[in-house]
């Protein structure tokens, strides 16, 4: 714990004309003072002087932490590095730009400053925080820095060769006897290089080769991962090949194990298995690359193809019309189109979640195939939305100048068979306007895309939460942990997903995604090997602690961790693998024993803080008091975006970052109502659907826990309403102020707090 504090106080930025800075300084030293033998104010604190200052105090005093009371920890903080503890108090934004002059007016001509009492508890919450904090010992590991990837296709391959070349061992683990994946089975790709005009090879076997000729690749082909046990860094990857099983030592995993189509079957309701000449992409791609596009009723090669892009829009009807129908078909892998998504009244059909350019490409890639082999054939693509973002243009325009290609924007409304094997297609809404019908020798629909991890254990993991990642609901089995912030990552730590069964994608993006996966395996064997956390804290040193001697089993934190990184031993207590931890605190937000805490992150620290908060016994001596606990990774930033804004809200309320709601304990929401504070505001991340909680589960967890402290409230006679839980997006920081005032007024209509003033 920290016993000699450094506290410096800045005046910039406009906060010596707004606060008493001087009057900040001597609350500190009246309450403190014993603590913090070096207390001073600063015209800008982030001067180069002012820091060599700084640095120059904590050699001179042997301080062993400052408190740094200016701007907002999210800014500077290249400037304000020590080697000691730093607490940064963030009174520019908290207070001084954010204050709202006209509700303070009436407290003013009472003789009370709410700013600079702002400043002042907010100054007091920083030092108590860091007489509660110490700094963390992370233990270093000597780990394994072997990378593991799952996939010998295109994304595979690349991701294999990315960690070969920055020094990693490889083992790479093919299911089937040759490498290459689905990309052998293409005819060609959609452009890859300059002028992006053109297909282009797709270049997989000189990938192979390169993957071949690697001394520190090891590429195991007829083989299965049949368990991967163990943490990251620390991994044992049981791998059977031949029937025969070995155990590897890895320290992180690669996920490239691609797609599935999705079941034919879906596509009955536009012929496909009924109309003998309705194919899927998939199967118009291998007939490319066999050489021959053939008619699968005569074998004779087609003289025009109808190319449908949107099977989401198809069979909509004036009963059941376009927009009742989704618009969201799922996204092809390159040689494959978009699959089906529910088509109105048909209970048949399956909806995939993704849709992207990936239809639109696929299509014209494969226009240009019937134009490759009949110069004299006719390719009509029929979309409801055309898709070719960025460089793709050039591509969608080179198909717009071939006179054998024809493009019209409609609405498949359905397919009838000629007599002859031709088929009609329906067309309404065309570009005209007009409805449409479209005679040609056959017709390509879209293959739907289906992750591996949707079926089946991929990983086979040895964890108390099952072998397969957690079902998202939303991604349809890809693999993904956060969907808006951590595009590589998995909800398993030290295991990374990348192509197609991280999402549909083109070849080039499959490539970069490849690299990404690669560089983050490599960051958390690296961060491991230091004792810090890979993301989304990367380069915390800190880890949780428990006090097993107070444990009661009752496996809560087991059970809400959302990573895994605590089992069960034989005697039901927590087993914690510290190099899953991702030093959210879910688990110790979890915890009614507050067994679990962090050296510089814990519940007596947060608990400290809020005794910190001055509470007037009555509501017209200063006014109503509100704490709000704000998530450090959307609500906190928010905040600081409406206050780089001067955006105002009420001087009532004070703000204490946590690192997610998840790590919220009840605890704290007692010590606040205990102590006379009138109501609790919880901002953190979205969760259900549409989540974007950097922890996947901490925000949804604490509103589970809400209701729980919702009882206790209504058992001790006071409001529920006083506490409640608010989602904000890091976007949304114009919703900020309005949320704050809305709760305030809630709380001026309940009046005081019951417990205030005992």
């Known amino acids: 714990m920290a016993e000699k504090i450094g506290v410096y106080i800045c005046g910039g930025c406009d906060i010596a004309a707004a606060v008493n800075i001087e009057g900040i300084a001597a609350s500190v030293k009246n309450k403190y003072g014993g603590n913090c033998p070096v207390i001073k104010t600063d015209a800008v604190l982030c001067s180069p002087e002012s820091v060599a200052r700084i640095k120059a105090d904590v050699k001179e005093n042997a301080l062993d932490a400052v408190c740094l009371c200016a701007c907002s920890p999210r800014v500077k ?30 407290d003013a001509a009472k003789g009370i400053d709410n700013l600079t009492i702002m400043a002042q508890e907010y ?38 060769l990315e960690a070969a070349a920055v020094g990693h061992e490889v083992v790479l683990v093919e299911r089937k006897a040759e490498l290459g994946g689905r990309a052998l089975g293409m005819y060609k790709s959609i452009p890859l290089a300059p002028p992006y005009t053109e297909t282009q090879d797709t270049g997989i076997d000189k990938l192979v080769a390169a993957v071949r000729g690697n001394a520190k690749i090891k590429a195991l082909t007829s083989s299965e991962l049949k368990s991967l046990g163990g943490a990251p860094g620390l991994y044992t990857a049981q791998i059977e090949t031949g029937g025969a099983a070995h155990d590897y030592a890895i320290g992180a995993v690669i996920v490239a194990t691609g797609w599935e189509p999705q079941a034919a079957e879906f596509l009955a309701p536009m012929g496909y298995g009924s109309i003998r000449n309705v194919v899927t992409a998939a199967e118009f791609e291998a007939m490319a690359k066999k050489g021959a596009i053939a008619r699968p009723s005569d074998g004779k090669m087609p003289a025009s193809v109808a190319f449908v892009l949107d099977v989401g829009m198809c069979l909509a009807t004036p009963e059941a019309p376009r927009e009742d129908a989704c618009a969201n078909p799922a996204e092809p892998a390159e040689g494959a189109e978009a699959g089906p998504a529910p088509y109105p009244n048909t209970e048949s059909c399956k909806h995939l979640a993704y849709s992207s350019e990936l239809t639109s490409l696929v299509a014209l890639k494969q226009a240009g195939y019937l134009r490759e082999k009949n110069e004299n054939g006719l390719a009509m693509i029929v979309y409801d939305h055309m898709m070719v973002p960025g460089l793709n243009e050039r591509y969608y325009k080179a198909a717009q100048d071939d006179p054998g290609v024809m493009l019209t924007k409609g609405t498949v409304a359905g397919l009838t068979e000629t007599a002859n094997g031709q088929i009609v297609v329906n067309c309404r809404d065309s570009l005209l306007g007009e409805n449409i019908e479209l005679l040609c020798d056959m017709v390509v629909l879209p293959t739907g895309m289906v992750p591996t991890t949707a079926h089946e254990p991929t990983v086979n993991l040895v964890y108390r939460q099952g072998p397969q990642f957690p079902d998202l609901g939303l991604f349809d089995g890809f693999a993904d942990s956060n969907y808006i912030c951590f595009p590589y990552e ?15 994608m083109t070849m080039a993006q499959a490539a970069d995604d490849a690299a990404g996966a690669a560089l983050k395996a490599v960051q958390c064997i690296s961060s491991i090997n230091r004792g ?4 989304p804290r990367s380069g915390d040193k800190s880890y949780p602690v428990f006090n097993f001697v107070r444990c009661t089993q009752c496996k809560r934190c087991t059970e809400e961790c959302p990573f895994g990184a605590l089992d069960d031993d034989e005697k039901g207590t927590p087993k914690p693998n510290p190099t899953r931890c991702r030093r959210c605190g879910t688990c110790m937000g979890a915890c009614p024993e507050r067994v679990i805490s962090f050296d510089n992150y814990n519940v007596d620290q947060i608990g400290t803080m809020i005794r910190e908060m001055g509470v007037p016994a009555k509501i017209e001596e200063g006014g109503p008091r509100v704490l709000i606990l704000a998530c450090e990774n959307d609500a906190y930033p928010a905040l600081d975006m409406a206050a780089f804004r001067k955006t105002a809200w009420s001087p009532y309320v004070r703000f204490i970052p946590v690192r997610c709601l998840g790590s919220v304990n009840a605890i704290w929401v007692a010590d606040a109502m205990s102590k006379g504070i009138d109501g609790v505001m919880l901002l953190g991340c979205k969760y259900g659907d549409d989540y974007q909680c950097h922890f996947v589960k901490g925000s949804e967890l604490c509103n589970r826990r809400k209701e729980n402290i919702a009882e206790s409230l209504k058992r001790l006679g006071v409001e529920p309403e006083r506490v409640d839980q608010y989602q904000v997006s890091i976007d949304e920081y114009d919703r900020i102020p309005a949320l704050i005032e809305s709760f305030m007024d809630m709380i001026k209509e309940k009046g005081p707090n019951p417990f205030k003033g005992y």
């Open 77 to 106: 903080w290249d400037v304000f590095a020590f080697d000691v503890l730093t607490e940064r108090v963030n009174i520019r934004e908290f207070c001084v730009w954010s204050f709202d002059k006209q509700t303070s007016a009436p």
């Open 123 to 160: 100054t007091l919450m920083g030092v108590v925080k860091l007489t509660k904090s110490s700094v963390p010992d992370p233990e270093t590991l000597t780990t394994n820095k072997t990378i593991l990837v799952l996939g010998g296709g295109f994304t595979g391959l690349t991701a294999a």
């Open 490 to 504: 998995t909800r398993r730590t030290g295991v990374y997903a990348a192509g197609c069964v991280h999402q549909p």
């Open 532 to 535: 810090v956390a890979v993301h």
